[in-house]
């Protein structure tokens, strides 16, 4: 008998968020090695900074929740360098022997998102007017470029084992890890501080949370010993 089936429709929400809880801790799982647990929570460090950011700019670019030149204000400038230095500081490094497979992998898995990006670069820059849905057509490739890259970045840290990679040291980890979560928040606050109606405020409470979530898991691996 499955989990759902003997929990029962009134234990559902409890189990869901057990679920949940278990898959915003990674570094909890079964391991063979600490190793293998960082390597996990670096690719839980991807999946966080890339739906953070994607967060924050798509509500600033494509929303009025708050002002426009936000966008490129001093604050978000700082807080996305905090989460993108942090992002570096916690990602694996391709071992010498892979440097060759792993950039050809991840050559192969973003041409398609970065064709999409290029030929919305050369649109948005040729001298010709363009009908509404054109416009709203390059919006929307533009977006989903972005969002497909960020998709491939967190399949190809989540698919390398730890024979082509070497996961970054606990202290590393740690650090980038307490970056990107202050990256994070920063950019959640500002959002929250800045927002005129509710689709800014979920937005930054939702950065907020991803920090959180980083905080967390940096508290996961200080606990935890190999098993």
């Given at each position: ?36 647990r960082r390597r996990r929570v670096a690719a ?11 967060t924050a700019h798509a509500v600033l670019e ?166």
């Amino acid at each position: 008998m499955g989990e759902a089936e003997r929990v029962g429709w009134r234990g559902m929400p409890q189990l869901v968020w057990a679920v949940a809880g278990m898959w915003l801790h990674p570094a909890i799982w079964p391991a063979d090695s600490m190793a293998e647990r960082r390597r996990r929570v670096a690719a839980l460090a991807v999946v966080v900074t890339a739906a953070g950011w994607l967060t924050a700019h798509a509500v600033l670019e494509l929303t009025g929740a708050v002002p426009r030149g936000l966008a490129h204000s001093w604050r978000l400038t700082m807080c996305d360098t905090l989460t993108f230095v942090g992002f570096l500081l916690a990602v694996p490094v391709p071992r010498l022997r892979s440097v060759v497979r792993l950039g050809l992998l991840a050559v192969r898995r973003i041409a398609l998102p970065v064709g999409i990006g290029a030929g919305v670069v050369f649109v948005v820059h040729r001298d010709f007017a363009v009908p509404a849905v054109v416009k709203l057509a390059v919006v929307a490739a533009w977006w989903l470029a972005l969002t497909m890259v960020a998709g491939q970045a967190i399949r190809t840290v989540a698919d390398v084992d730890l024979t082509t990679v070497a996961v970054p040291s606990p202290r590393r980890l740690r650090l980038g890890l307490w970056t990107t979560a202050a990256g994070l928040a920063g950019s959640g606050l500002t959002l929250l501080t800045a927002s005129g109606n509710l689709t800014g405020v979920l937005a930054g409470a939702t950065i907020l949370t991803l920090a959180a979530t980083v905080n967390g898991t940096v508290h996961d691996l200080t606990d935890l010993r190999p098993t």
